[in-house]
């Protein structure tokens, strides 16, 4: 079914295609000029309420900032000097992520000096381990935003949006009494008060 049949589907039936379908787009990195698609549209108003939510989880790293930047010059260089040491990554042409885990290749282990290698061992190993708490802290706060604010905000909004207007003036309307319950029901449930900065509300 198409987008105007699945939001009156949702009206008369309580069928949650409709939602799923926006929560499906969620995992998708779109710029605004890309987004053709209705639920595109409602998916990126539900991930920009949700994006800012997420950022708690880089509490995890507290206290280890002085250290990140002396792992982040282990694996890309020292950028503050002309002669500066120029990191693993350039050293052996590698390319040493988060993504990848700063998986060492066994032929640069064996190249590398053993106290270096042991520096580097213990430091991917503290990283890897933080990175994946915060993986897991992001996740449980996804799943939080997701199910207890954007998902009965968008039931509230589509139930009542009018099915017959045009596609874009739905889109619209979805979207802003979505922000609107959104906002209600983060604002109550954590019990915060909100003000606007810089055209953006931030929650205190």
Do not use: C
Request: hydrophobic share 35%; proline share 3%; glycine share 4%.
């Amino acid at each position: 079914m198409d987008f105007r049949e699945a939001i009156k589907e949702f009206q008369t039936t309580n069928d949650d295609t409709v939602i799923n379908r926006i929560i499906s787009q969620l995992s998708i990195n779109y710029v605004p000029y890309e987004l053709t698609e209705p639920e595109q549209m409602i998916a990126y108003m539900v991930k920009s309420q949700i994006k800012p939510y997420l950022e708690k989880a880089k509490k995890v790293r507290k206290g280890t900032k002085n250290r990140w930047y002396r792992f982040m010059e282990l694996i890309y260089g020292d950028n503050y000097s002309e002669n500066g040491y120029i990191g693993i990554n350039k050293m052996y042409n590698l390319n040493l992520s988060r993504e990848n885990k700063y998986l060492l290749p066994e032929r640069v282990r064996e190249m590398l000096h053993e106290d270096l290698l042991a520096d580097l061992d213990e430091e991917i190993g503290f990283w890897n381990a933080l990175h994946e708490k915060e993986d897991k802290f992001r996740d449980k706060l996804y799943r939080e935003a997701l199910h207890n604010w954007a998902i009965p905000a968008l039931e509230y909004a589509i139930h009542r949006v009018d099915s017959d207007l045009p596609e874009q003036q739905m889109v619209s309307s979805i979207n802003l009494a979505f922000l609107t319950k959104f906002i209600e029901l983060r604002t109550k449930t954590q019990g915060l008060s909100r003000k606007k900065v810089d055209g953006h509300w931030i929650y205190f």
